[in-house]
Nanobody
Framework: QVQLAESGGGLVQAGGSLRLSCVVSGRPFSTTTMGWFRRTPGTEFEFVAA???????FYADSVKGRFIISRDNAKNTVHLQMNTLKPEDTAVYYC????????????????????WGQGTQVTVSS
């Protein structure tokens, strides 16, 4: 059974930092493409970042230069380092897993991701 477990969310002031982590079990992590999405009430999932198994990272324009996605293949973990946080970054953040064969143009949409975590709340106060 595939499981994705996020952690690291919380409340932070604008300008601060948080680091989210997602541990994957039940599938070969080294061949999996990992992504982060976020969602606020009443909205669709918004792509944040993705990391392919052999490098290759992708970011939404809204977080480029502030967020960094990284993966630790030895620990089956993907991280999202979030710096210079803004109130508009407030959302529930979800990690998601996609097959390693997913192509770059697919990674910003939700359709290619076949496993999702339960989400972790990030709140940025002004």
């Amino acid at each position: 059974q595939v499981q994705l477990a996020e952690s690291g969310g919380g409340l932070v002031q604008a300008g601060g930092s948080l680091r989210l982590s997602c541990v994957v079990s039940g599938r070969p992590f080294s061949t999996t493409t990992m992504g982060w999405f976020r969602r606020t009430p009443g909205t669709e999932f918004e792509f944040v970042a993705a990391a392919r198994r052999f490098g290759g990272t992708f970011y939404a324009d809204s977080v480029k230069g502030r967020f960094i996605i990284s993966r630790d293949n030895a620990k089956n973990t993907v991280h999202l380092q979030m710096n210079t946080l803004k109130p508009e970054d407030t959302a529930v953040y979800y990690c998601a897993a996609a097959p390693g064969s997913a192509i770059a143009s697919e990674l910003r949409g939700t359709r290619v991701y076949d496993s999702w975590g339960q989400g972790t709340q990030v709140t940025v106060s002004s």
